[in-house]
Protein backbone atom coordinates (compact mmCIF):
# COMPACT_ATOMS: atom_id res chain seq x y z
CA UNK A 1 0.00 0.00 0.00
CA UNK A 2 1.27 2.95 -1.15
CA UNK A 3 0.55 6.37 0.50
CA UNK A 4 0.41 9.61 -2.09
CA UNK A 5 1.17 13.01 0.06
CA UNK A 6 -1.37 15.52 -1.35
CA UNK A 7 -0.43 19.42 -1.18
CA UNK A 8 -0.99 23.12 -1.08
CA UNK A 9 0.36 25.21 -3.60
CA UNK A 10 0.61 29.18 -3.25
CA UNK A 11 -1.62 30.90 -5.09
CA UNK A 12 0.86 31.36 -8.25
CA UNK A 13 1.76 27.70 -7.81
CA UNK A 14 5.55 28.91 -7.78
CA UNK A 15 5.61 29.08 -3.54
CA UNK A 16 6.71 26.24 -1.43
CA UNK A 17 3.78 23.54 -1.20
CA UNK A 18 2.58 22.26 2.16
CA UNK A 19 1.50 18.73 2.68
CA UNK A 20 -2.24 18.73 3.04
CA UNK A 21 -3.13 14.78 3.86
CA UNK A 22 -2.52 11.42 1.76
CA UNK A 23 -4.59 8.94 0.27
CA UNK A 24 -3.80 5.42 -1.10
CA UNK A 25 -4.17 5.68 -5.09
CA UNK A 26 -4.37 1.71 -5.51
CA UNK A 27 -7.64 2.13 -3.28
CA UNK A 28 -9.38 5.34 -5.45
CA UNK A 29 -11.44 4.92 -8.51
CA UNK A 30 -9.46 7.09 -11.32
CA UNK A 31 -10.76 8.56 -13.91
CA UNK A 32 -8.44 9.64 -17.35
CA UNK A 33 -8.50 12.63 -18.86
CA UNK A 34 -10.29 12.55 -22.01
CA UNK A 35 -9.44 12.02 -25.01
CA UNK A 36 -8.52 15.18 -27.28
CA UNK A 37 -10.89 14.94 -30.44
CA UNK A 38 -10.02 18.01 -32.49
CA UNK A 39 -7.17 19.48 -33.75
CA UNK A 40 -7.28 22.27 -31.26
CA UNK A 41 -8.02 20.48 -27.99
CA UNK A 42 -4.48 18.23 -29.01
CA UNK A 43 -3.04 21.53 -29.12
CA UNK A 44 -4.46 23.19 -25.84
CA UNK A 45 -2.96 20.15 -24.30
CA UNK A 46 0.77 20.37 -25.33
CA UNK A 47 0.70 24.07 -24.40
CA UNK A 48 -0.62 23.42 -20.88
CA UNK A 49 2.10 21.09 -20.92
CA UNK A 50 0.52 18.44 -18.49
CA UNK A 51 -1.52 15.30 -18.34
CA UNK A 52 -4.14 15.43 -15.58
CA UNK A 53 -5.82 12.27 -13.50
CA UNK A 54 -8.81 12.61 -10.91
CA UNK A 55 -8.92 9.87 -8.08
CA UNK A 56 -11.86 9.78 -5.98
CA UNK A 57 -10.82 8.43 -2.72
CA UNK A 58 -12.37 5.83 0.07
CA UNK A 59 -13.43 9.06 2.11
CA UNK A 60 -14.88 10.55 -1.25
CA UNK A 61 -12.45 13.33 -1.69
CA UNK A 62 -11.49 14.39 -4.48
CA UNK A 63 -7.35 14.32 -5.72
CA UNK A 64 -6.20 15.92 -8.94
CA UNK A 65 -2.91 14.31 -10.25
CA UNK A 66 -0.93 16.67 -12.85
CA UNK A 67 2.19 14.36 -14.98
CA UNK A 68 4.02 16.72 -17.23
CA UNK A 69 3.70 15.37 -20.47
CA UNK A 70 5.50 12.70 -22.22
CA UNK A 71 5.95 11.03 -18.64
CA UNK A 72 4.43 7.28 -18.58
CA UNK A 73 2.44 5.92 -16.18
CA UNK A 74 4.35 4.56 -13.03
CA UNK A 75 7.32 6.56 -14.10
CA UNK A 76 8.76 9.19 -12.04
CA UNK A 77 5.77 10.30 -10.04
CA UNK A 78 7.79 13.06 -7.81
CA UNK A 79 7.25 14.95 -11.02
CA UNK A 80 3.85 14.83 -10.82
CA UNK A 81 1.53 17.26 -8.80
CA UNK A 82 -1.07 15.89 -6.25
CA UNK A 83 -3.75 18.86 -5.59
CA UNK A 84 -6.98 17.74 -3.51
CA UNK A 85 -10.00 20.08 -4.85
CA UNK A 86 -12.45 22.36 -2.90
CA UNK A 87 -15.34 20.51 -3.50
CA UNK A 88 -17.49 18.41 -5.32
CA UNK A 89 -18.26 21.18 -8.01
CA UNK A 90 -14.82 21.34 -9.15
CA UNK A 91 -14.78 17.30 -9.15
CA UNK A 92 -17.67 17.68 -11.62
CA UNK A 93 -16.81 20.66 -13.90
CA UNK A 94 -13.51 18.39 -14.20
CA UNK A 95 -15.96 14.87 -15.03
CA UNK A 96 -17.74 16.73 -17.28
CA UNK A 97 -15.40 18.37 -19.38
CA UNK A 98 -13.30 14.98 -19.52
CA UNK A 99 -16.99 12.54 -20.52
CA UNK A 100 -17.29 11.61 -17.41
CA UNK A 101 -20.68 12.15 -16.92
CA UNK A 102 -21.87 8.83 -15.80
CA UNK A 103 -19.22 8.98 -12.90
CA UNK A 104 -21.46 12.12 -11.82
CA UNK A 105 -24.45 10.67 -11.56
CA UNK A 106 -23.32 7.23 -9.77
CA UNK A 107 -20.89 8.86 -7.36
CA UNK A 108 -22.24 12.66 -6.91
CA UNK A 109 -26.38 11.84 -6.57
CA UNK A 110 -26.72 14.67 -4.65
CA UNK A 111 -25.89 17.62 -6.32
CA UNK A 112 -28.74 19.24 -7.77
CA UNK A 113 -29.31 18.23 -11.72
CA UNK A 114 -28.78 22.10 -13.39
CA UNK A 115 -31.56 23.96 -14.37
CA UNK A 116 -31.90 26.39 -17.52
CA UNK A 117 -31.44 30.41 -17.14
CA UNK A 118 -34.82 31.89 -15.69
CA UNK A 119 -38.38 31.27 -14.91
CA UNK A 120 -39.72 28.60 -17.22
CA UNK A 121 -41.67 29.63 -19.95
CA UNK A 122 -45.92 29.54 -18.84
CA UNK A 123 -47.24 30.24 -22.46
CA UNK A 124 -47.04 31.33 -25.69
CA UNK A 125 -45.50 35.58 -25.73
CA UNK A 126 -47.91 37.69 -26.75
CA UNK A 127 -46.76 41.20 -27.80
CA UNK A 128 -49.09 43.80 -27.78
CA UNK A 129 -48.93 48.04 -28.28
CA UNK A 130 -51.19 49.31 -25.28
CA UNK A 131 -50.77 52.89 -26.97
CA UNK A 132 -52.88 55.37 -24.45
CA UNK A 133 -53.69 52.74 -21.41
CA UNK A 134 -49.91 51.87 -20.91
CA UNK A 135 -50.06 54.41 -18.31
CA UNK A 136 -53.54 53.26 -16.87
CA UNK A 137 -51.54 49.58 -16.82
CA UNK A 138 -49.00 50.83 -14.73
CA UNK A 139 -51.16 52.85 -12.41
CA UNK A 140 -53.15 49.33 -11.47
CA UNK A 141 -49.86 47.57 -11.44
CA UNK A 142 -48.65 49.94 -9.04
CA UNK A 143 -52.15 50.02 -7.28
CA UNK A 144 -51.82 46.11 -6.13
CA UNK A 145 -48.35 45.57 -5.89
CA UNK A 146 -47.86 43.62 -9.53
CA UNK A 147 -45.61 43.87 -12.63
CA UNK A 148 -46.69 45.04 -15.69
CA UNK A 149 -46.53 41.83 -16.93
CA UNK A 150 -48.99 40.40 -14.10
CA UNK A 151 -51.19 43.35 -14.28
CA UNK A 152 -51.94 42.94 -17.74
CA UNK A 153 -52.41 39.02 -17.21
CA UNK A 154 -55.15 40.10 -14.64
CA UNK A 155 -56.99 42.48 -16.17
CA UNK A 156 -56.85 40.30 -19.29
CA UNK A 157 -58.60 37.58 -17.37
CA UNK A 158 -60.99 39.49 -15.81
CA UNK A 159 -62.52 41.12 -18.54
CA UNK A 160 -62.34 37.30 -19.92
CA UNK A 161 -64.19 36.36 -16.79
CA UNK A 162 -67.08 38.73 -16.89
CA UNK A 163 -67.50 38.10 -20.85
CA UNK A 164 -70.43 35.22 -20.21
CA UNK A 165 -70.88 34.47 -24.35
Known sequence: MARQMVY????NGLSEAEVEGWFNPEEAEVF???K???AQERWEREMRGFRETLFHTE???WVLQRSPLGLRD???????RWEFLSGDEQAVEWLVGNGHEQAVARLLPHLPTEKGPGRPEIGGRVQVRLGELLPQVDQYA?????SRAEAVRMLISAGLARDDG
Do not use: I, N, P
Request: no cysteine; aromatic share 4%.
Open 59 to 61: SGR
Open 74 to 80: GVDQDSS
Open 32 to 34: EEG
Open 8 to 11: RYGE
Open 36 to 38: AVT
Open 142 to 146: DRHGL
